[in-house]
């Protein structure tokens, strides 16, 4: 599997900017033609994983947030987020279902959402040093057709 195209992006954790980190994930994987929802379960994903290392990680302090997306020539792509937050004591607590370390209206569902829209999600983490989620996703690819270009 050869890698076709790599995107590297640092921005500040702030609320405002998981909008801007779903829009450049989303334009960096338009030229696989995603399927609406594929694309939608990307952004989801993406978002998820940006908010937790703002909530969780910087605990909405200053803080800078990574972004690695590579795509492989064969419909692989691997999304990287990473901080340099607080990191997680007990990743597989944290991976739970409900479980969240802030109380109010926040559901702890963010990494059951990660695994439910990708194909792969690996955490690592370490404490005072931060944690880096990686997730992957295999985009099918339809090819078009002769007729089909004739057709439309």
């Known amino acids: 599997m050869e890698l076709m195209n790599e995107m590297n992006l640092t921005f500040s954790s702030k609320s405002m900017n998981e909008n801007f980190a779903r829009a450049a994930v989303s334009a960096f994987v338009l030229p696989l033609d995603p399927t609406i929802t594929e694309l939608a379960d990307i952004k989801t994903a993406v978002s998820e994983a940006v ?3 703002i909530i969780h990680g910087y605990e909405y302090g200053d803080g800078q947030i990574g972004i690695n997306a590579k795509i492989y020539d064969n419909g692989r792509i691997v999304i990287r987020v990473k901080d340099k937050g ?3 004591e007990n990743i597989p607590q944290a991976m739970e279902p409900l479980f969240s370390t802030v109380g109010g209206e926040r559901a702890g569902l963010g990494f059951a959402v990660m695994q439910s829209f990708m194909d792969k999600l690996k955490v ?3 404490v005072n040093c931060g944690t880096s989620v990686t997730m992957e ?4 690819r339809r090819s078009k057709s002769v007729n089909d270009d004739v057709n439309s």
């Open 51 to 53: 908010t937790n290392s």
């Open 86 to 88: 607080k990191g997680i």
């Open 124 to 126: 690592t983490s370490k």
């Open 137 to 140: 996703k295999y985009i099918i």
